[in-house]
């Protein structure tokens, strides 16, 4: 990508070097020993958001018999971890991912008559979605920092595993780590530091990986409606090339036609060359993602109802946090599954634009290299799958929800029944 022609591109530039994106990507940014100087800073937070999240684990036996917090801390410690392989993975694979940045650009087509006002609209649609993402991400993560730091004075009740109670002042995820009360509370500005680092981390880890899965598949989205639009309208009206001599001479219009198509195969080949590309470096991470997000939305939920209308004003505080930062989880659940299924059927478009086209009145070898291109096409069964029948799509998404909210359910009705057998305990 060359970073002084932004308009050449659907990956969206000026945001992508604000964050940083740009720079961990680019071969050619400033370098220590031989390393990409923001790699050395990502792998460093990346240890660190590790030794708090292993730290955390170990709170997991003290709440066994709290399930509001289990669940939360579930959620935490699940999307830690998860953000900092999906940032590791990024960093490892930047120069694949580099060379797959190349069908961003809108010269990466080399046939000359494609309608370039497709290529615009997909832009203008990726740089409004990406704006509007982080501008969400970074007013998500400034709303956490400050109603925290403003409400730190307030105690948040924890119930240990042997029954006593334990009173922490509220902090921003609330990780208490292997501390006493006394040690928190005596120390706070040092555990609000620590989780600040995280906070951020987490959100800037996230935003990143969003962002860049964003623009890549707009970018499949946008070539593949590109080449179907060509293969749609082939035949139905002369080339340009022979505009001058398609009322005189037919050979030349089927010969042109046939090296048009040629072309146009040629595009689309190379498309799925990047779009195989892609999958391999990150379709673990893709389909890692939709199991995580429907986790935490389940948490989410589950403490949102449970502590939203509770006495606690920790639990309630919580809730409203938690309810702040959901679109971010929706955004990643839907977003995957509505992507990659939009990219599917774009794909599987291509043999009906072969079809609509002006086949009919073309010579047998047109027709040939027409057939030729349905089957390879057809034959082509490259998805994003979690078996072999469940195709990542919208449908994936409707049926994680619905999912999701047996799980919260059945969860509900646990923690109402414990309410009840404490009360008869009481």
């Known amino acids: 990508m060359d970073a002084m022609k932004d308009n050449e591109y659907i990956f969206n530039l000026k945001l992508s070097k604000l964050i940083g994106l740009y720079q961990i990507l680019d071969p050619n940014t400033i370098q220590i020993f031989g390393y990409n100087v923001y790699h050395i800073g990502i792998v460093f937070v990346s240890l660190y958001m590790m030794a708090i999240s292993l730290l955390s684990l170990i709170r997991f036996y003290y709440l066994i018999n709290n399930i509001n917090e289990y669940t939360f801390y579930l959620g935490c410690v699940l999307n830690y971890m998860f953000s900092c392989y999906k940032i590791i993975q990024i960093v490892y694979c930047s120069n694949d991912i580099w060379k797959c940045t190349d069908i961003t650009s809108i010269r990466f087509l080399s046939y000359q008559y494609y309608d370039k006002s497709i290529f615009k609209n997909w832009q203008v649609r990726s740089i409004r979605l990406t704006k509007i993402y982080v501008s969400l991400s970074f007013i998500v993560t400034l709303f956490w920092l400050i109603i925290s730091k403003s409400l730190s004075k307030n105690i948040f009740t924890s119930k240990n595993l042997d029954g006593s109670l334990s009173k922490y002042?509220?902090?921003?995820?609330?990780?208490?780590?292997?501390?006493?009360?006394?040690?928190?509370?005596?120390?706070f500005n040092l555990f609000y530091l620590?989780?600040?680092?995280?906070?951020?981390?987490?959100?800037y880890f996230s935003t990143l990986f969003d962002v860049l899965m964003v623009m890549m598949c707009f970018s499949f989205l946008c070539q593949l409606e590109t080449i179907c639009d060509a293969m749609k309208s082939l035949g139905h009206q002369c080339s340009k090339n022979v505009l001058n001599i398609c009322k005189e001479i037919k050979s030349e219009i089927r010969h042109a036609d046939f090296d048009d198509l040629k072309a146009i195969i040629n595009d689309h080949q190379n498309v799925m060359k990047k779009m195989n590309d892609y999958y391999i470096i990150f379709q673990s991470v893709m389909l890692t993602q939709i199991?995580?997000?429907?986790?935490?939305?389940?948490?989410i939920w589950f403490n949102i109802t449970t502590g939203f209308f509770g006495d606690k004003i920790g639990e309630s505080v919580l809730s409203i946090k938690l309810f702040i930062i959901l679109p971010l989880f929706t955004f990643q659940l839907l977003m995957t599954c509505r992507l990659f299924g939009t990219i599917n059927e774009k794909k599987d478009s291509i043999i009906y634009m072969l079809y609509c086209s002006d086949w009919t009145g073309k010579d047998i070898k047109i027709k040939k290299l027409i057939l030729y291109t349905m089957c390879m096409n057809n034959g082509n069964q490259m998805k994003l799958k979690f078996t072999v029948t469940?195709?990542?799509n919208l449908e994936m998404f409707t049926r994680?929800?619905?999912?999701?909210?047996s799980i919260f359910s059945m969860l509900t009705n646990y923690k109402r029944n414990i309410n009840q057998l404490d009360e008869i305990n009481d």
């Open 169 to 187: 002042r509220m902090n921003i995820f609330n990780l208490y780590l292997i501390a006493s009360d006394e040690t928190y509370n005596r120390y």
């Open 390 to 392: 469940k195709v990542l």
């Open 291 to 299: 199991f995580v997000a429907s986790i935490t939305h389940i948490c």
């Open 194 to 203: 620590i989780e600040l680092i995280v906070g951020v981390a987490f959100m």
């Open 400 to 405: 994680t929800i619905r999912l999701c909210y």
